[in-house]
């Protein structure tokens, strides 16, 4: 079942954070590195979870790593890790915690040799998810295939966040989904 068909399912009461979601973000470009470092944090502590949790969870995530402050969380020591696994307001995970500051010190590493994050992905598009997948497990801690592919269709790397006959389809692609782009000279 496709995202589209599973939020016009919910029932009103669990419905609003996912539409939202759904119409505004999801399967959209994102340009800003720490809105897309704070997607793969997100997708990195949904495995193994619904969806729902993380929406539900999202402010406690925002406010708990610094706003997804790439160059603050790679900074993060000790102290930092034991904040995290007390916050109830996120998920307490010793792998998902690390991974993220791990994640944001590479992040750090591609904006010094490419200049963004954002730049790092636009040099490898297009691949397929499969390459996708192998890129990331190279360069990432706790990135399997259904993160990097959920996180790669959130931000409108591929294809697939929307149906073709949802509304909000032809709002992605005229917002410039980038599946959609051809590449750019490498």
């Not at 589209?4 to 973000?25: G, I, M, N």
């Not at 790593?65 to 696994?85: S, T």
């Not at 500051?101 to 790092?120: C, D, T, Y």
Request: aromatic share 12%; glycine share 6%; net charge neutral.
């Amino acid at each position: 079942m496709s995202y589209c068909v599973f939020v016009a399912q919910l029932p009103p009461q669990t419905a609003s954070a996912h539409k939202q979601y759904h119409d505004e973000r999801y399967g959209f470009p994102v340009d800003d590195d720490n809105e897309l470092f704070g997607r793969l944090v997100l997708e990195i502590n949904q495995a193994g979870l619904s969806w729902s949790t993380i929406l539900n969870k999202e402010a406690g995530f925002l406010k708990a790593y610094d706003n997804f402050h790439i160059d603050v969380v790679a900074a993060y020591a000790d102290a930092d890790r034991e904040r995290l696994l007390s916050d109830a307001g996120i998920i307490r995970n010793r792998l998902k915690i690390d991974a993220a500051i791990h994640n944001a010190r590479v992040v750090q590493s591609l904006q010094k040799e490419h200049g963004s994050f954002r730049a790092w992905l636009q040099r490898h598009h297009p691949m397929s998810k499969d390459e996708w997948v192998r890129l990331f497990r190279k360069t990432f801690k706790f990135t399997g295939g259904e993160i990097v592919g959920s996180f790669l269709m959130s931000i409108g790397y591929l294809p697939g966040a929307h149906d073709e006959n949802c509304p909000i389809y032809h709002r992605a692609l005229k917002a410039g989904a980038v599946w959609q782009q051809a590449p750019m000279a490498k």
